[in-house]
């Protein structure tokens, strides 16, 4: 997670809502990936989602069961959906997100009946820390 926080941090000095991901198989980082959809002009650069897409990459792989993601944001319903279908196996997320989250708040992904694979889900890991990165981005936008 330490990793996943220094990327947010990274993304909020470059304008981005400060959201960090990182994907590790057996042990090592494959992959990460902050937020980029302004920089990227592209509304599903989410670090989630670029995050997979360097892992498969990296991997070679379109299916990473084996895989842990950790992010610094309860995923949203996007990010949630791509996480099925990527098969990642375990989720770690540090802040949950009443508003936009599709984990443990809203859509709430992985319980749907239809839901095609459900990871392992843990939070709260470096949730005060995230917390903090995203309400202080946000402060000093308004």
Not at 8 to 36: C, D, F, T
Not at 108 to 113: A, G, L, P, V
Request: hydrophobic share 45%; glycine share 8%.
């Amino acid at each position: 997670m330490a990793r996943a926080l220094a990327l947010a941090r990274e993304a909020a000095q470059n304008g981005e809502v400060p959201v960090g991901a990182v994907i590790v198989h057996e042990g090592s980082i494959v992959a990460e990936a902050h937020n980029a959809p302004r920089a990227m002009q592209d509304p599903t650069a989410h670090a989630e989602l670029l995050a997979i897409r360097r892992a498969s990459e990296a991997l070679g792989q379109d299916r990473l069961e084996r895989c842990e993601m950790w992010v610094t944001l309860e995923p949203c319903a996007m990010c949630a959906g791509a996480i099925v279908h990527a098969r990642i196996g375990r989720l770690y997320y540090a802040a949950p997100d009443p508003k936009g989250g599709a984990v443990e708040h809203g859509a709430r992904i992985f319980e749907q009946k239809q839901c095609l694979h459900r990871p392992e889900v843990y939070s709260g890991m470096g949730e005060d820390e995230a917390a903090s990165l995203l309400k202080e981005f946000f402060r000093s936008r308004r």
